[in-house]
């Protein structure tokens, strides 16, 4: 024989299997039970008929609330603005440091090349650069300091998307509001 038992909120406490008499004894006296009926995970519950599954959460921040029987964020709105904000960082990080475009050629733009592109620009001579398809373009002093201006200029406009995205994330007043924010 098999038994589960049911929480208050027709979710699944524990199963029983074995003798009749062995679990009559183990089944308290106030529990809700189902007898004989298969189910397929710890996280199902009974709509009193059949288990039900409850299946994945959407997102890994939802938690399944069996009162209602729905998948509920229960993250505060600070901590929504807070994920919101770190994976905007992130994004914005991604764009800057991903390339950009000058006179129709990709550039790198991480870290270090920007620290190239700088000196390059500063040095005032001619160079061979490698883009960032490793293709060659020779640059004159004057090329590469407008080089420099555009990686200046890429840099300022996704940090500046990156603020107006951050202003409007802390001015939201509902999860939705912050969930629609993007860079």
């Known amino acids: 024989m098999k038994r589960v038992i049911l929480n208050n909120d ?22 809700d039970f189902v007898d004989d009926i298969e189910y397929s995970e710890k996280t199902d519950y009974w709509n009193g008929s059949e288990f039900i599954s409850i299946g994945n959460p959407p997102t890994p921040n939802h938690t399944f609330d069996y009162a209602i029987k729905e998948w509920v964020d229960l993250r505060t709105l600070d901590e929504i603005k807070a994920q919101k904000w ?78 107006i995205a951050r202003e409007a994330i802390m001015s939201a007043t509902t999860k939705e509001d912050v969930e629609a924010v993007t860079l």
């Open 10 to 31: 027709s979710s699944i406490n524990s199963m029983l299997e074995g003798l009749q008499e062995l679990i009559e004894l183990n089944t308290p006296s106030t529990a």
């Open 86 to 163: 770190a994976e905007i960082k992130s994004e914005r990080d991604r764009i800057e440091f991903g390339g950009f475009e000058f006179d129709g050629d990709i550039y790198d733009s991480d870290q270090v090349s920007q620290g190239r592109i700088l000196g390059a620009s500063i040095a005032g001579v001619d160079k061979v650069w490698t883009l960032a398809d490793n293709s060659t373009r020779l640059l004159t002093a004057s090329r590469l300091q407008r080089l420099c201006a555009a990686m200046q200029t890429h840099t300022a406009s996704v940090h500046q998307r990156g603020r």
